[in-house]
């Protein structure tokens, strides 16, 4: 049944569906059967994963590849233990309703993975960016023709004008950074990238670091948004002094290494998560935008969190 198919060896409950769905890198694949995913684009093209009783599978990629794609790379479950007690059990909280969910990244394939995020401001993520970005990368197949096209044939939505209007320079950008497994867990490349980045007009902290979390797969980082303010305010997380990170100071501070330096550190609401949620900060933003999307927005509140 699985002949030519790898088993990725993955901690109990990972669910690769959700991961997928969770991630920015999305739009780079076809789902043309439950439970399974092909990539369409760029680096590894051709990559299945599957699960099958279980267990899941790949084909087409080497295994770190496979881990890093697919989001087995990180677990919530160990990585949970290393915060307090009050810290855990938000996670905890979030883990009922989203069981399995990890952070499916992708370091080689920066061009899309940016699109993807960029285009993903005030709209539909699943109904509009996917739509839009798939369209583009069926069309162009990997990332050099992909930087020929223009976004403005693809839709009239004003983010695909802006970035049509930012492309010159963030092909620049983007052309100086090197894709690959050493862009993983890189505190010390992100801060340049993400200064040149913010020099963009439309590119604010949300975007890169998203682009970090994503890309570099900085775990700490959580792309801060009025979804996620609503959520952990409501929860009880943070108290109504936080705000939101201001793009001129993160061109200015590092996240990693002078935070504290920052005016606005102990406001900050990504400042705020890192401290207090270290490495899972990721992880608690893209559980909190996913319980907003799927649930809050329409007045669901599944597993109670926000009656707790």
């Known amino acids: 049944m699985n002949i030519n198919y790898c ?23 076809e789902n043309p059967r439950l439970n399974v ?10 990559l299945i994963f599957k699960t099958e009783g279980g267990a899941t599978y790949y084909r087409g990629c080497g295994l770190n590849d496979a881990l890093l794609l697919s989001g087995a790379w990180f677990n919530p479950l160990e990585n949970v233990k290393k915060l307090g007690r009050r810290e855990a059990a938000y996670i905890y909280e979030f883990w009922e309703a989203f069981p399995g969910l990890s952070i499916a990244v992708n370091p080689w394939d920066l061009r899309a993975i940016f699109y993807s995020i960029f285009l993903s401001r005030n709209t539909s993520y699943h109904a509009n960016t996917v739509r839009w970005l798939h369209d583009m990368i069926v069309k162009a197949g990997d990332e050099g023709k992909l930087a020929s096209l223009d976004p403005r044939v693809f839709g009239r939505s004003y983010q695909l004008a802006q970035l049509a209007e930012i492309k010159p320079d963030l092909d620049g950008i983007l052309d100086s950074i090197t894709p690959g497994l050493e862009l993983i867990k890189s505190k010390d490349l ?7 980045l913010l020099q963009l007009p439309y ?20 792309p801060a948004d009025r979804h996620l303010t609503t959520v952990v305010k409501s929860m009880g997380i943070v108290d109504d002094r936080v705000k939101m990170p201001k793009k001129e100071l993160c061109m200015k501070y590092d996240c990693f290494t002078d935070s ?12 705020r998560l890192m401290r207090d949620f270290g490495v899972m900060a990721g992880w608690l933003q893209t559980a909190a935008y996913l319980y907003g999307a799927l649930y809050l927005s329409r007045g669901l509140d599944p597993v109670g969190i926000l009656g707790r």
């Open 7 to 29: 088993r990725l060896e993955v901690w109990s409950e990972f669910n690769l569906s959700s991961s997928l769905k969770a991630s920015f890198s999305l739009p780079l694949f």
């Open 260 to 271: 504290d330096k920052c005016p606005r550190f102990e406001v900050c609401l990504t400042a």
């Open 203 to 222: 590119v604010g902290s949300k975007t890169v670091h998203a682009f970090g979390l994503f890309c570099l797969g900085l775990t700490w980082l959580a």
């Open 190 to 196: 992100f801060p340049p990238i993400k200064a040149k």
């Open 37 to 46: 995913f092909v990539k369409i684009y760029g680096y590894s093209a051709g």
